[in-house]
């Protein structure tokens, strides 16, 4: 059976027309692209800030951790002083003999040692040590700038020691000097050299440059302390000056660190 020519004529434009609607979608895309080009360039900044901050924040957080990671016993020694002495209200649990009550010339049964019952510290002192020599003897106790005074001989007695060290490093002095920033005008420190205890009282605190060795050429009769400023880091030095208990000046009023962070 045959179609009439009209009936296939509009057969044919019912199809056009469908085909019509069909592309009308397509065109109306191209058309709005057209006259809204996507902005590829600003997509890219975009995503290359996104990768850029997520970045920069997992570094920031795994530094973090690292940072406090290595040097978690001396942070764990400032919490506690900060618990035991602010919250508790009480004396820092430190293992220091009882040198107070001991008279300047009294002979002491102690060896070779700094104390500083503030802030817990007992440990030996190694008299007599070149400058390029103290990095390898530091975990044997706390060290004697050789060059500076010994007690009882005029000039600057100069100690130094870890306030952090890392933990595969085997030593019992590793956070010596963790606390020393929380010494005060007048606190109390003792040395023992020879049997004879030697009294000094912290009268100012400061953070120097690493390169800063002018500081061990002084001649003013006073004890020195020195350690790594922040703790964990060489990036400073943190040092506390102490005088001699007879020939100590009015501490100063205002014992506080200098904002060089």
């Not at 102690?110 to 503030?118: A, N, Q, R, T």
């Not at 061990?216 to 005088?243: D, K, M």
């Amino acid at each position: 059976m045959y179609m009439q020519e009209d009936e296939i004529e509009k057969i044919i434009k019912e199809l056009e027309a469908k085909a019509r609607q069909e592309q009308e979608p397509t065109i109306k895309s191209a058309s709005s692209t057209a006259h809204h080009p996507i902005n590829h360039k600003k997509v890219r900044h975009r995503s290359f800030l996104k990768s850029f901050f997520f970045y920069l924040s997992v570094f920031i957080v795994l530094f973090l951790i690292s940072y406090f990671g290595l040097n978690s016993k001396s942070y764990y020694d400032k919490a506690k002083y900060s618990y035991d002495t602010g919250i508790k209200k009480q004396s820092y649990e430190g293992k220091v003999p009882a040198v107070a009550k001991k008279e300047e010339n009294e002979v002491v049964n102690l060896p070779d040692s700094i104390i500083i019952p503030k802030i817990g510290v007992n440990a030996p002192i190694i008299w007599q040590i070149n400058f390029d020599d103290i990095n390898s003897r530091l975990n044997e106790g706390v060290i004697h700038f050789a060059g500076t005074a010994l007690p009882g001989q005029t000039g600057d007695i100069a100690l130094t020691g870890h306030s952090s060290a890392y933990p595969w490093q085997k030593t019992s002095f590793g956070q010596v000097f963790a606390l020393l920033d929380n010494l005060t005008p007048g606190d109390q420190i003792y040395i023992i050299y020879q049997k004879k205890k030697y009294l000094y009282t912290a009268s100012d605190k400061k953070i120097i440059s690493e390169n800063d060795i002018e500081i061990l050429n002084g001649q003013n009769s006073r004890l020195i302390l020195i350690t790594c400023w922040p703790v964990g880091t060489s990036l400073h030095r943190l040092v506390i000056f102490a005088n001699k208990m007879e020939q100590q000046n009015p501490p100063a009023k205002n014992l506080l660190l200098p904002n060089v962070f």
